[in-house]
């Protein structure tokens, strides 16, 4: 089987036994950085040549004639949507090079309040998927000496990026007799996340005496 990663799963998917691996940007400065930091990986010195990730650039707007339909089994991203055309873009290049099968599997990861978050899990679903929260259980915890091994602090308050976020699977659909679809509630939760976060900053910079202009 296939398999598209995008970021620092390639070698574990490889050493996994994936017949295929390949990470994607859309960036060419990423892509280079990716193919420097898969050769120099040596977490793949035990993998066959053939079966050896590859980056490349991918444009997810140009995804139809970049990539071949239904070309992966497994499709993974992470922290990958920053805005509303970004979610409906990853929406058709997911639609597009997804196998058409049931068994088929997008794995995603989103923050709380990311921009367009909501419009990726509406697009999906009008698209025919299936969505599943994963639930993260005590990986949770990790969050903690994340935070303090990539950015250099102590809490979360002093951290750049605040926020939990959402891990959720997609398949194509219908929804099975008896299977859970959190399309909708994820749809509604990411909406709400982002309003409340808004409403958050607007009451911190008014407290502060700042008067927004045209």
Known sequence: AEQHWRGAPPPLAARGGAASCEATDG?????????????????????????RPQAWRLDWSEAKTASSAGAYDVILFADAIYTEEVAVSLAECIDHTLRSCS?????GAA????????????????????AEEIEVGCSAA???????????CDSREDA??????????????PAEEGSRDDGRRL???????????ERAVAARLEASGYVPGE
């Open 142 to 152: 990790a969050e903690q000496d994340a935070i303090r091994g990539i950015e250099g």
């Open 111 to 130: 923050a709380h309040t990311r921009v367009g978050a909501s419009d990726f899990c509406r697009e999906m679903r009008l698209r025919g998927f299936v």
């Open 27 to 51: 960036d060419p400065t990423a892509v280079i950085a990716a193919r420097a930091n898969l050769a120099d990986c040596a977490d793949l010195n035990a993998v066959p040549l053939e079966r």
């Open 160 to 173: 750049l990026q605040l926020g939990p976020c959402i891990v959720a699977s997609w398949r194509r659909g």
């Open 103 to 107: 068994e088929a599997r997008v794995y």
């Open 187 to 197: 749809e509604l939760f990411f909406d709400q996340a982002l309003g409340e976060a």
